[in-house]
């Protein structure tokens, strides 16, 4: 890294250095290590290093982390090593100064009207240079809303009025396309909620790392310009306005489950959803499409695009979401519906309801396709769905697919009576198998060994009196997570398993809430405050 600095030492323009140190900066930038905060790591490591080297490429590194340093910690580390090589009397060029020092002149927002992407263009100056600073460039920051609002791409241009020239000529010719102002601390209010995000879902293994949204992978953030330039980014976002005190900000909707309800009984009392033949099911379906535009779509359930449509059915579903098969039959249909339905409420002309409902038809053999490979992540036989759900609570899937995960496994799968969950016995069965992971093949109720499927297996047991003090403690949470009593109990593993902890670590952290907690009213604000 100070090998490379020396080379940008010789640059003129504060611009140029800011983009070349926001490169340099972006090297590691999304690099995931299980347990390892590796910006944290090489950023504290570079500042470190840097102080050390007493030479100046070592301060003009100094200088660039100070300025466009994603953390507060090591801008101000940074700013220390500084302090501490210029009392050694050593300088930098003059462009060091002005590192991040920008005025913001203007902001806009370049959308397509289905509202799948908006590119948010922010105009800055040279605050020095002149009274009334000249726009010098312009950042543009992609947020795809189809990815939970993650940054997707960006760059910077000097030309800047060429840039907005090209944008409003588009916007008033197109007519999917819109360009309009947008206040610059409300941009910041957008973008600063883009960032985190972002951060969040890249952000190496970090204990409040999000998930990676369905069908993005780590190399589509961390490749390309988007790594390079988030360093930029966020120190051009911190120079944007705060929002006034008192003044109304951009805030998402929030979605409770009981306007939920009530979003769904609308649909699945319209014209549009008349010909759904099975209400349940059809409900079932709605509940999955409006949880996606809540959770995922910034709180927009009724938004409808051809893009969104992709990303509901053929990524988000089959990576998050288990269906029984008529519901699977029912979706595309069901969707349909809600398109017809929901586009002409939020002012989609009838041609772009048009062009989402082609894209609806024309993804359901794909849909059939990757739903039912077994090799998507949730990928499930329905003999063992069946079995799980032997009350037709669908809400309880994914909880016992956590209680007891060797259901999915052909292990026990020749054995339904002596393994069935649904029974004291059956579920006490499949904790020791889990705990010990070690059987014996039994004797076939005929009286006749056998081999494959006719065989049924019988746990060995334990002799440990601290393995099974652990598995008595497990079993009184299975039995818990399997009637969803209390609700917080799955509410607070999933918040567990969301912070990337594996499913031991999360047994453990629910059991020892479990045996802390003195009635079940001391249990629920413990769970609460897991």
Not at 197 to 213: Q, S, Y
Not at 325 to 343: K, S
Request: overall charge negative; aromatic content about 6%; hydrophobic content about 45%.
């Amino acid at each position: 890294m100070l090998r490379a600095a020396r080379a940008l030492l010789a640059m003129r323009h504060p611009l140029d250095a800011e983009i070349a140190f926001s490169e340099l900066l972006g090297t590691w930038w999304g690099e995931r290590v299980p347990g390892l905060d590796v910006e944290r790591l090489l950023g504290e490591g570079l500042i470190t290093h840097a102080a050390a080297s007493g030479k100046p490429a070592g301060l003009g590194v100094l200088a660039a982390i100070a300025a466009l340093g994603t953390a507060p910690d090591r801008r101000l580390l940074a700013e220390q090593g500084m302090i501490a090589l210029r009392e050694q009397g050593l300088q930098v060029p003059e462009w060091a100064s002005q590192l991040g020092r920008v005025v913001p002149l203007a902001a806009y927002v370049n959308s397509d009207l289905f509202g799948d992407t908006d590119d948010v263009v922010c105009v800055f100056g040279r605050g020095e240079s002149t009274p009334v600073p000249e726009p010098e460039h312009a950042l543009i920051l992609v947020v795809d809303h189809n990815a939970g609002g993650v940054l997707r791409d960006a760059w910077v241009t000097t030309k800047v009025e060429r840039l907005l020239e090209g944008c409003r000529e588009r916007a008033a010719t197109d007519e999917f396309t819109r360009f309009a102002e947008l206040d610059p601390a409300q941009a910041r209010v957008r973008l600063v909620r883009a960032l985190r995000v972002t951060e969040r879902v890249i952000g190496g293994g970090g204990a409040d790392a999000l998930p990676l949204p369905a069908g993005l992978t780590a190399a589509d953030l961390a490749g390309g310009s988007l790594a390079a330039h988030f360093a930029l980014a966020n120190a051009r976002v911190r120079a944007l306005p705060e929002p006034r005190e008192g003044a109304a900000g951009e805030v998402l909707p929030v979605w409770r489950r009981d306007r939920r309800a009530v979003l769904a009984a609308r649909f699945l009392a319209s014209d549009e959803a008349a010909e759904l033949s099975d209400s349940y099911t059809a409900s079932r379906c709605a509940d999955h499409i409006i949880a996606y535009g809540c959770d995922v779509d910034a709180g927009r359930p009724l938004r409808v695009s051809p893009r969104k449509v992709e990303a509901f059915l053929l990524r988000w579903l089959p990576g998050r979401v288990v269906l029984l098969p008529e519901e699977q039959e029912a979706m595309p249909h069901v969707l349909a519906a809600w398109v017809r339905w929901a586009g002409p409420r939020t002012g989609l002309p009838e041609v772009a309801v048009g062009a989402t409902l082609d894209t609806v038809w024309e993804s359901i053999a794909e849909f059939t396709r990757v739903y039912r490979d077994p090799a998507r992540p949730l990928g499930l036989r329905q003999e063992a769905v069946r079995r799980l759900l032997p009350d037709g609570d669908f809400s309880a899937l994914a909880r016992r697919m956590f209680a007891f995960p060797l259901l999915t496994s052909e292990l026990v799968s020749g054995a339904l009576e002596e393994f069935d969950p649904a029974t004291p016995r059956g579920r006490r069965a499949l904790l020791r198998l889990d705990h010990y992971g070690e059987y014996e093949a039994a004797t076939p109720h005929n009286g006749r060994h056998s081999t494959g499927r006719d065989h049924w297996y019988r746990p060995v047991t334990g002799d440990d009196p601290d393995r099974e003090r652990e598995l008595a403690r497990h079993e009184r949470l299975a039995e818990r997570l399997w009637f969803g009593r209390p609700a917080e109990l799955w509410s607070a593993a999933r918040r567990l398993l969301d912070q990337g902890r594996d499913r031991s670590a999360v047994l453990a952290a629910l059991g020892e809430v479990l045996d802390a907690a003195s009635d079940n009213a001391d249990l629920r604000r413990r769970l609460d405050a897991l």
